[in-house]
């Protein structure tokens, strides 16, 4: 006859150790490791990611680790939880920005969960660059306001009239600029022209010294989020 044996005490210590070693590994991913924050683009810079986050879908814990620019295109109903620590519900607006710096010793761990009817849509320029500071100015450009203006980067607000147009040309300095709304438009970066149909987050990288130009084409007013790199 085969007795059913019980769990010793230290079999029990030994799974709720590995138990608290597997939750600290996941807690361990990084933001752009984690699933539903997908790399779109990455230069020596910035990498950027884009989240989605349907209805009733949760993230992973995980830890943001650089200076970092989160941009809003949706507006969302979430619960955000720091790791240890109670939930806290709350709204995103779309179109706002936030500037964090989330660098050591301000790193963040946390896991989100959309409890909307909607997809939640953010995205998240994490700041690669060890160097800080500007040599330059902020830029004073027709529709052009100044947000932001921090060590790690600068964001100013374009409020593109429609049939007008934005232009840098040979700037020392390096900018990403991203779509916050669907517009029409015509963009001639370093000499090459064309017509695109940007969405939300749409995005162009606009390289030191580049010659860039964007019109809206449309008779709306687009809006656009200007990011300027240090150095």
Same mark, same amino acid.
């Given at each position: 006859?085969?007795?059913?044996?019980?769990?010793?005490?230290?079999?029990?210590?030994?799974?709720?150790?590995?138990?608290?070693?597997?939750?600290?590994?996941?807690?361990?991913?990084?933001?752009?490791?984690?699933?539903?924050?997908?790399?779109?683009?990455?230069?020596?810079?910035?990498?950027?990611?884009?989240?989605?986050?349907?209805?009733?879908?949760?993230?992973?814990?995980?830890?943001?680790?650089?200076?970092?620019?989160?941009?809003?295109?949706?507006?969302?109903?979430?619960?955000?939880? /720091?790791? #240890?620590?109670?939930?806290?519900?709350?709204?995103?607006?779309?179109? @706002?920005? !936030?500037?964090?710096? %989330?660098? +050591?010793?301000?790193?963040?761990?946390?896991?989100?969960?959309?409890?909307?009817?909607?997809?939640?849509?953010?995205?998240?320029?994490?700041?690669?660059?060890?160097?800080?500071?500007?040599?330059?100015?902020?830029?004073?450009?027709?529709?052009?306001?100044?947000?932001?203006?921090?060590?790690?980067?600068?964001?100013?607000?374009?409020? /593109?009239? #429609?049939?007008?147009?934005?232009?840098?040309?040979?700037?020392?300095? @390096?900018? !990403?600029?991203?779509? %916050?709304? +669907?517009?029409?438009?015509?963009?001639?970066?370093?000499?090459?022209?064309?017509?695109?149909?940007?969405?939300?987050?749409?995005?162009?990288?606009?390289?030191?010294?580049?010659?860039?130009?964007?019109?809206?084409?449309?008779?709306?007013?687009?809006?656009?989020?200007?990011?300027?790199?240090?150095?």
């Amino acid at each position: 006859m085969i007795k059913d044996r019980k769990p010793s005490l230290c079999s029990i210590l030994l799974f709720l150790f590995l138990l608290c070693r597997l939750s600290n590994i996941q807690a361990q991913v990084l933001v752009h490791e984690e699933p539903r924050h997908r790399p779109v683009f990455q230069n020596n810079q910035v990498r950027i990611l884009n989240i989605l986050l349907p209805p009733g879908d949760t993230t992973q814990y995980h830890v943001h680790h650089t200076p970092s620019v989160f941009i809003f295109f949706t507006a969302t109903t979430m619960v955000s939880q /720091l790791k #240890g620590a109670a939930a806290s519900t709350s709204r995103s607006t779309a179109g @706002s920005v !936030i500037v964090e710096n %989330l660098a +050591a010793p301000h790193l963040r761990v946390h896991r989100v969960w959309n409890i909307d009817k909607d997809t939640l849509h953010v995205m998240d320029v994490e700041l690669l660059l060890k160097d800080t500071g500007f040599a330059q100015k902020p830029l004073a450009l027709p529709n052009l306001q100044l947000t932001a203006d921090t060590a790690w980067v600068r964001t100013y607000r374009l409020s /593109l009239p #429609g049939n007008n147009d934005f232009m840098l040309k040979g700037e020392k300095r @390096s900018f !990403i600029l991203v779509s %916050l709304n +669907a517009a029409p438009v015509q963009m001639d970066q370093d000499g090459k022209t064309g017509r695109q149909k940007l969405g939300p987050g749409s995005f162009f990288e606009i390289k030191k010294g580049a010659s860039f130009s964007l019109k809206n084409t449309s008779g709306n007013t687009a809006q656009f989020e200007l990011l300027e790199l240090p150095r």
